[in-house]
């Protein structure tokens, strides 16, 4: 488990293009077989990856960093699967998990294993785990269940449809909330105008991108912005004071998944685009 530690505004203003990356992007989040997971100490987000392919994968804990027996003795934790078709054990239960599924597993849980269908086409689960403070039951959700929230217009190349999985008219959570925004063909902007919120930090996982595709992830306070050239299934992390928008060279799909002191997912700053700087 690497290990991410929260840092001021005032010190990532002096941050050059190297030191950005190692702070806020994680660059490997599927390893063929393993699990793969960064604990970041803001909001105690944990952020990861599964990729089971010829054998199952096993969500365990990091005694050391997390001081418990089991992953989730203390925690939360979303999984979306944005690979092929596959499925989760959770205790002796499996879940079936095709494309774009997601499930909440509660507090408490003391087993929980990943597998794919078929070895040619792999699932790929993509986790986010908060603390947690009671138990919610395990719950699954297709994208076809989730929220729709549609936003943007094609004139501002932000037309967009939010999926909100794991949220407070959803999928019961402590604190974890999880979505995932589809952009609209022609669209390549996501949150935009951009916000802050400073209750909830954020993470944004970029994928269903081009093999030469890029986003330009923006960051920093709004009138000190900075940004991060991302790849395909790479993730960033977005501390509360931080904007958290991108543009992509190609079409593109992104998951977010927030923690903090509330779930309200209109809690938030807004930022006027002719403000930022």
């Not at 994208?143 to 943007?152: F, K, T, V």
């Not at 958290?244 to 930022?271: L, P, R």
């Amino acid at each position: 488990m690497e290990i991410r530690y929260a840092a001021h505004p005032n010190d990532v203003k002096s941050y050059d293009t190297s030191r950005l990356r190692q702070e806020f992007l994680i660059e490997t989040l599927f390893v063929q077989d393993e699990l793969t997971l960064t604990y970041s100490h803001v909001d105690r987000f944990i952020v990861g990856g599964a990729f089971p392919v010829s054998k199952q994968v096993k969500l365990e804990a990091d005694t050391h960093t997390i001081g418990a027996a089991t992953f989730l003795e203390r925690r939360e934790i979303g999984i979306i699967n944005i690979g092929g078709r596959g499925s989760v054990t959770v205790d002796g239960t499996t879940y079936d998990m095709e494309p774009k599924d997601c499930l909440y597993v509660g507090l408490g849980a003391q087993d929980v294993v990943f597998a794919s269908a078929d070895a040619s086409q792999p699932a790929k689960f993509y986790l986010n785990s908060t603390p947690a403070h009671k138990t919610y039951p395990t719950v699954k959700a297709a994208i076809s269940e989730a929220s729709p929230n549609h936003l943007g217009a094609l004139t501002t190349n932000n037309e967009r449809t939010i999926y909100r999985y794991i949220h407070t008219n959803g999928i019961q959570s402590c604190q974890l909330v999880m979505g995932m925004t589809l952009l609209k063909p022609g669209s390549n902007w996501n949150t935009m105008p951009c916000h802050t919120h400073n209750r909830r930090s954020e993470v944004y996982l970029y994928f269903d991108m081009a093999a030469d595709g890029n986003v330009f992830h923006l960051m920093g306070e709004p009138q000190e912005t900075r940004h991060l050239v991302v790849r395909n299934e790479q993730a960033i992390l977005s501390p509360s004071w931080s904007i958290h928008s991108g543009v992509g060279t190609t079409s593109y799909t992104f998951i977010w998944g927030m923690g903090g002191e509330n779930q309200i997912f209109e809690d938030m700053d807004a930022v006027a685009p002719q403000d930022l700087k």
